[in-house]
C-alpha cells in the first residue's frame, strides 16, 4: 500500500470519530460513525475502506468495549461502498441516498444477529430503547431487535452516502484526481 | 502487572472474554468478571479503583437494559459476560501505553505499516475532535442552534461537516510527504527504539492460555 | 560536483493542463544556500518537492527534463502539525523517527538525535508528548526529526513561518552552519529581510518558471520590488522615491545617507 493510502486511514477514521461533535450540536438522532469508512472505499477502494473500518472500531472499543462485535457491520459497510464506488453511485444525491438506503437495510440485518445474541438487543441507549418500543408494538424478540437496528440505521446510512457524496464533489479535481477511484465513485470514469 | 509483556497483557484481556462466554453460565461469567476487576486492582489499588469505576459505569447500562427486556437468568448470565468485556478492555486501556506496544509490534518484526496505523489514528483522532468542536463553536456564534425542521438541520450538518472533512482529507498529502520524506516505505527494517523484554516463560504462558481456550470449546461442544 | 541538479524540468500535476514548473535549470552544490523567492503559487514549494523526489513519485503527476541528486535529501514542509509522524508519544522519539527507519544501529541514532536536539535548542523538550507542543516548539521539533536523518541536501519549505522573531534568527543561524559543514540547502521563503545575511543565491519564480537569478543584491532591483519581493529597507527607498540602486539592508541605507 502506497504511504499516500497509509496516510489517508487514520485521518478517515478520525472523521468518522470527529463527527460526533457536528452530530450533536444539531440534535439529530444519526451516527456518522461509518463516514470515514465510506469516504475511504469512495476514495481508494474496499481494502483501503475495511481497514478504516476495523480501526474505527478498535478505537470505539478503548473508549467503550462493546463496539468491538460491530467491527463486522463496518467490513460490510466497506465492502457494500466498493460496489457502490464502481458503480458510480456517489454521482448525485439522487443515486447516493437510495444507495444509503439499501445499505440501512444491509446494516441493520448484519447488527441485528451481534446485538441479539451478544448483548441481548442492549447496545447503545437509543437502539435498546427502539427494541423495547417494538416488544410493546407486540413483535418477537429477534423481529424487535432488528426493528430498533433498522430505525437506527436507516437514516443514518442514507444522511452518510449524501455526506460522502458530497464531500467527493467538493474536492477540487486536482486533488480527487489523486486518489485512485474518486473520478470513478462520482460516474467519471 | 505493567512490566509484562504488551502481547502478553492483550492475550489476558482477550482471553478473560472468551471464557466468559465459553464457560457455562453464570458460574464462567462471574469468575471472568471477578477476575477482571481483581485484576484492575492488583497493581495500585487507587488507579484500580479508577479503572473499576469506569467498567462499572460503562457495564450499568446494558445490566438496566437487560432486565428490562430479558427474564433474570438470562440478564445475569449475559450482564456477567458483557462486565467481563468491559472490565478487561478497560484494564488493558490502563495498562497498556500505546507507544509500548507500537515498540512491541515493531520489534517482533510485524510491519511497520499496522503499526503506524495504530499510532497514527491514536493520535489523530483527538486533534480532528478538537477541529470539529472549534468548528461548531464558530458556527454557533454565526446563530446554529439545534432547533427547526429535519432539512433545517441537515442543511447545518452539511456546513458543519464539510469544511471538516475537506480541511482532513487536503492534509492527508502533505503527512504523505512528510512520511516518504522521513523514510517510511524505504523498504529498510526499522530499528526498534526500546523493545519491551519478552521472557520465555510469558510466551509461554501465552500459548498456553490459547491451548486452554481452545480446550474449553471442545469440552462445551462435547 | 553537485549536490542537485535539475536540468530543464517541467512539472504538471495529475488532472492539470499548465504545469507547475516550466524549463527550470538550476545547480546546488556542497555549501551552498539557494534561495527561492515568489509570490503564492509561483511554484517554489513544487520545486522543492521535485528536489526532494517526492514529484511526482508520491504526488503523482508527470515530470519532463532530468533531476539528479547525488545524496540523500530530507525536506521540511510548511505546517508543522502535518508533519508529526504520528508514531511518537515523546518529542525525543518523534525526532528519532526517521533515523529508525533508515536502520541505523541504535547508538547512531541515539548520537545523531541528541545532537539534532542540541542544534534546535529542545534539549528540555525531550520526554515532552509532541501533542501538547505549541507552533514554534513544533517547528523546531519538525526540523531536528529532518537534521538526525543527516541529509547532504537540505530542503527548507517556510522554515520559520511558524517562529517568533529570536526563533527564526537561530533558523538562519543554523542554515549557514548547515553550509559551513558542507550541505547544500534550497529553501523557499516570504522572509526575504533575512535573505541577504543567509542565501549566496536567489532565483525568482513566476508562474512556475524563473524569472532571474543571482546574487542577494537582487532583492533590492526595481522589478523584484514591483513583484512585492524586496526587501523592506529596499522597498521603503523606493517608496520614497529616492533614486536607484536601492539599498539592501539597513546597513547598506546607512552608508548610503553617510
Known sequence: ?189 | MSALHPFSLLAIAAALPAFAWILPAPGGGLATATLALVLALVPDVRAGARVVRVAVLTAAPFWLFLLLLHDLPTTVAMGLRITTMVASFAWLVAALPPDRLVEAMVARGWSLTLAYLFAATLSAVPVLKARARRIVEAQRCRGLSPRGSVANRLRALRALALPLVLSALHEVDERALALETRGMGSGVHRTPLAAPPDRPLERAARWALLLLCLAAVIWRLA | MRTLGLDDVTFWYPATANPALENITLDVGPGDIVALVGRGGAGASTLLLVAAGLAPRVTGGRLAGTVSRGARAGIVLPTPWTQLSGMAFTVWDEVAFGPANLGWPGHAITRHVDHALERLEIVPLASRDPATLSGGELQRVIIAGILAMDPDLVLLDEPTAELDPEGARAVWRLVRSLAGEGKAVLLATSDVDALPDVADRIVWLEQGSVRAMGEPSLLAEDALCEAGLGTTVADLWRAAALPAPYPLTVVDAVQRWR
Do not use: E
Open chain 1, 1 to 189: 500500500m502506497s504511504v499516500r493510502l497509509l496516510a489517508l486511514i487514520p485521518v478517515t477514521v478520525a472523521i468518522s470519530l470527529a463527527l460526533s461533535a457536528a452530530v450533536d450540536a444539531v440534535a439529530l438522532p444519526l451516527f456518522l460513525d461509518t463516514t470515514g469508512t465510506i469516504l475511504a472505499t469512495a476514495l481508494a477502494g474496499p481494502v483501503v475502506g475495511i481497514a478504516v473500518g476495523v480501526l474505527t472500531s478498535a478505537v470505539n472499543t478503548l473508549r467503550n468495549p462493546t463496539f468491538w462485535p460491530f467491527v463486522v457491520v463496518q467490513i460490510i459497510v466497506a465492502l457494500y461502498a466498493g460496489f457502490a464506488t464502481r458503480a458510480g453511485l456517489f454521482r448525485s444525491l439522487k443515486t447516493a441516498v437510495p444507495t444509503g438506503l439499501g445499505l440501512g437495510v444491509i446494516a441493520s440485518l448484519t447488527s441485528t444477529p451481534i446485538s441479539y445474541f451478544v448483548f441481548g438487543c442492549t447496545t447503545t441507549g437509543g437502539i435498546a430503547l427502539t427494541t423495547a418500543l417494538g416488544r410493546a408494538l407486540g413483535l418477537p424478540p429477534l423481529g424487535a431487535c432488528f426493528f430498533g437496528s433498522f430505525v437506527s440505521d436507516f437514516g443514518d446510512k442514507a444522511v452518510t452516502f449524501a455526506l460522502v457524496a458530497a464531500v467527493l464533489h467538493a474536492l477540487p479535481r486536482r486533488t480527487a484526481a489523486r486518489f485512485p477511484l474518486a473520478l470513478r465513485a462520482m460516474g467519471a470514469t
